[in-house]
């Protein structure tokens, strides 16, 4: 049972892997952009990769059931699935496409030090980004670059829990909501609350060069 389990927990992060690399190659905006099924050949050309790896990669799409695959005769044609259009495309409102590209970038990137993690007792910003450890955000706000996908991996969640969560709770008895460091909580939240004031405070960092 433990061997079955960790070739799930291997497969599993393959997978990923395979989201990852289709949403930072623009696979899925490609695909939303033609607005019509596409061959491999057209779809590695739009996104400068080798038709090999384009062809592989695209079947690996279609199993995961985020592509749809149709067949004419002995050509094949890919177009997104209904899932894809709505979470991967990066345009759509419900996009999910910035936490892919910051789990790729940056979270993936300190787990692969997680042994030297768990023996120094501290994260691992240093080694995989060359930043100290001890201060979280100084890695977070290191580049302008890795600063904004941040801010738009915490702005796409948001999109998407960020009703539930605000239905979750009564907040009737508050006026004035105010949302410090960002554009999360979105007045579009409250569609029914017309007497409630939202204010953004968006928090401006200064980089050093």
């Not at 999910?96 to 768990?118: E, F, G, M, P």
């Not at 605000?166 to 979105?186: N, W």
């Amino acid at each position: 049972m433990l061997g079955l389990n960790c070739i799930i927990i291997d497969d599993r992060y393959r997978l990923l892997l395979t989201v990852f690399t289709a949403c930072e190659l623009g696979v899925f905006d490609v695909l939303l952009a033609a607005e019509r099924p596409m061959s491999a050949e057209e779809i590695s050309q739009a996104v400068g990769a080798s038709l090999d790896g384009t062809q592989r990669l695209l079947a690996a799409c279609g199993g995961l059931q985020l592509l749809n695959v149709h067949q004419d005769g002995e050509q094949v044609f890919y177009s997104n699935t209904n899932q894809a259009r709505v979470y991967l495309t990066s345009s759509s409102p419900r996009s999910l496409y910035h936490c892919t590209q910051y789990s790729s970038k940056t979270i993936y990137r300190c787990w692969n030090y997680l042994t030297d993690a768990v023996r120094e007792g501290r994260n691992q910003y240093e080694k995989a980004f060359g930043v100290s450890s001890k201060d979280l955000f100084q890695a977070i706000y290191s580049s302008d670059e890795e600063m904004v996908r941040f801010m738009q991996m915490m702005n796409y969640i948001w999109n998407i829990c960020g009703k539930a969560v605000v239905t979750a709770f009564d907040l009737s008895p508050f006026k004035d909501i105010c949302d410090l460091g960002g554009k999360y909580f979105s007045v579009k939240l409250f569609p029914c609350e017309p007497c409630v004031c939202v204010c953004v405070c968006v928090c401006v960092c200064v980089l050093s060069s």
